[in-house]
C-alpha cells in the first residue's frame, strides 16, 4: 500500500455534485484513489509521499475525448494549410498511407506528453488507419510509458473511393479483417473496472469512409462486449449532402437506422445539428466531442454548445487530430470552447435589445466540460472529479508567474482567461507524470528529435 498526501492548496475545486471549490483544500490518497478530501485538519498528517501545495489551484485532471495521436506527424503541412475536411483528408490520405508501427508509437508519446503537460489525465484517442503492418498495440505501448489513461479507439475505414467513399481503396481494410481485430483487442486489452488505465471503444471512422453494414456490425459487437462507440458525426455540411444522398437520411437519422443511438455512443462534432436531433441526443443518452479548435480551423461551423447544455446532452472537449488543430493542448481547448460560444452566443442575439447580455459560457462551465463532462461522454465513473472513491487524477497550476499576474482574485477562472499554461502536477492514479512543469516518463529531447525524423520521413516519400 502507497499513501500521497496533497495539502494546503491555494484553492481545490472538487468539480462535485456541488462544485465545491476549498481554499486551503487537500487530498489523502492510498493506491491510487482517493480516500479523503478537505482541509489540512481534516486529513491524516502524514503519508508516504506529501507535497505541500500552497500558493497552486488544484483540479481534477483534464479529460480529451477525441483526437487523433498519428496526426501530430503532419502539423501545419503546406498542401493542407487552407483546406476544408474533404480536401484536406484527401492531402493527408496519401502522407498517412507511409506511416509504419514504429510512427505510431512515436507519435502516440508526442501527443500523450503535450497532453499530459496541458493537464490532461485520460484521453481518447481514434485510429482508424493501419498502413504497413501498424495495430492499435502499437499505440497502446507507447500510451503506457507516457503514464496517461487512454481509451483506444479501433478505428476503421472499409468504403473505398471505388465504392463511393472518400478515402482511395489503398488505406482501406475488409469487414471481417476489422471484426476479428476488434474482438482481439477487447479480449487482449478492455478493462471495464475503475481505475481502469486502459479501455477499448469500437469507431468506424464515420459515414462516408465505412459501409452501414460495419456500423451495424460494430455495434453489435460493442453491445456483446460492453464496449462504447465512437465516430465523427454531422461535422459539416459536406457531410450532410453525403448522407442524404448515399443513404437518404440526415447524419443523426443515419445513425439511428444503424442502432448507433445510446449511451454508449458518443459522436465527434456535432457541428450540424437541428434542436430535434439535440433532444434525440439527450433522450438517448448520445454523449458529444466538442472540437471549437479543429471546427475553426476547417471552416466547418460552431457547434451548438450552449442548446446541448440545456438540453442535458453529455458534453465534452476534443483538441482533434493534431493535423486539424495543430496542438494537444487541453487547456487551451478549454478556453477557445469559452470563447467560441460566446461567440455564437453574440451572433444569435443579435436580435437582443441594448443593455441584455447574451448567455455566455462561463470559465467555470468550459472547465466542468473539460472534466465532468468528458468522464460522462466516455461512460466513465470512476474520473471527472475530486470525490471520495475517485482515481487521484489532478493536476495543479502554480500562480506565482507571469501569466497569472494581476488575476489572483479569481485565479480558477484565470486558467480559461488568461494565456493557456502549463501545469506544474500531473498526477494519474497517484503516480506523478509531471512534476515542476517536466514530463517525468519520457525523454523529451530524444522523442521531438525522433517524431522530427518521421515526420521528415513520411513527407519526403511522396
Ligand atoms: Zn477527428
Not at 16 to 43: C, H, N, S, T, W
Not at 94 to 111: G, K, L
Not at 164 to 181: C, F, K, N, Q, W
Not at 332 to 354: F, V
Amino acid at each position: 500500500m502507497t499513501t500521497l498526501l496533497i495539502r494546503n492548496a491555494a484553492v481545490l475545486v472538487t468539480m462535485d455534485d456541488q462544485r465545491r471549490e476549498i481554499p486551503g483544500g487537500g487530498l489523502y490518497i492510498r493506491d491510487g484513489f482517493i480516500e479523503k478530501v478537505g482541509m489540512a485538519q481534516e486529513l491524516p498528517s502524514e503519508a508516504d509521499t506529501v507535497l505541500d501545495l500552497h500558493e497552486q489551484v488544484v483540479l481534477p485532471g483534464l479529460i480529451n475525448t477525441h483526437h487523433h495521436f498519428y496526426q501530430t506527424l503532419t502539423r501545419a503541412v503546406p498542401a493542407a494549410q487552407n483546406a476544408n475536411l474533404f480536401n484536406w483528408l484527401k492531402t493527408l490520405y496519401p502522407i498517412w498511407a507511409r506511416m509504419n508501427p514504429e510512427d505510431i508509437f512515436t507519435s502516440t508519446q508526442t501527443a500523450l506528453a503535450e497532453l499530459a503537460l496541458s493537464g490532461c489525465t485520460t484521453a481518447s484517442d481514434h485510429l482508424y488507419l493501419f498502413p504497413n503492418g501498424s495495430k492499435l498495440d502499437d499505440e497502446i505501448a507507447g500510451a503506457r510509458e507516457v503514464g496517461l489513461r487512454l481509451q483506444a479507439s479501433r478505428g476503421s475505414m472499409s468504403l473505398g473511393e471505388s465504392q463511393g467513399g472518400l478515402p482511395p481503396d489503398s488505406v482501406v481494410d475488409s469487414e471481417d479483417a476489422i471484426l476479428e481485430d476488434s474482438v482481439r483487442l477487447i479480449e487482449r486489452y478492455h478493462d471495464a473496472a475503475p481505475g481502469a488505465v486502459v479501455q477499448i471503444v469500437l469507431a468506424p471512422c464515420s459515414p462516408f469512409s465505412v459501409t452501414g453494414e460495419l456500423m451495424k456490425q460494430s455495434a453489435r459487437l460493442a453491445r456483446q462486449y460492453g464496449v462504447h462507440l465512437h465516430t465523427h458525426l454531422a461535422e459539416t455540411q459536406d457531410e450532410e449532402a453525403f448522407c442524404q444522398e448515399k443513404f437518404g437520411y440526415r447524419p443523426v437519422a443515419y445513425m439511428q437506422s444503424v442502432d448507433w443511438t445510446g449511451p454508449d455512443v458518443w459522436f465527434a462534432h456535432s457541428v450540424h445539428v437541428s434542436q430535434p436531433e439535440v433532444e434525440l441526443y439527450a433522450h438517448t443518452g448520445c454523449g458529444v466531442a466538442h472540437c471549437p479548435s479543429s471546427n475553426m480551423r476547417l471552416a466547418s461551423g460552431i457547434a451548438p454548445v450552449l442548446e446541448y447544455m440545456r438540453a442535458g446532452v453529455k458534453l465534452g472537449l476534443g483538441v482533434d487530430g493534431s493535423a486539424s488543430n495543430d496542438g494537444s493542448h487541453l487547456l487551451a481547448e478549454a478556453r477557445q470552447a469559452m470563447l467560441l460560444a460566446r461567440l455564437r452566443a453574440g451572433q444569435e442575439g443579435a436580435s437582443l435589445s441594448a443593455g441584455d447580455a447574451p448567455p455566455l459560457l462561463t470559465a467555470r462551465q468550459a472547465l466542468e466540460l473539460a472534466t465532468r463532462g468528458g468522464a460522462a461522454v466516455l461512460g466513465r465513473a470512476d474520473i471527472g472529479s475530486l470525490e471520495v472513491g475517485k482515481c487521484a487524477d489532478f493536476i495543479a497550476f502554480d500562480l506565482n508567474r507571469l501569466g497569472y499576474a494581476g488575476a489572483l482574485s479569481d485565479p480558477v477562472a484565470a486558467l480559461l482567461f488568461c494565456a493557456p499554461q502549463e501545469v506544474d502536477l500531473n498526477v494519474v492514479g497517484g503516480r506523478v507524470i509531471v512534476q515542476g512543469g517536466r514530463l517525468l516518463t519520457v525523454d523529451l529531447p530524444r522523442l521531438v528529435a525522433r517524431h522530427n525524423r518521421a515526420a521528415q520521413r513520411l513527407l519526403e516519400n511522396g
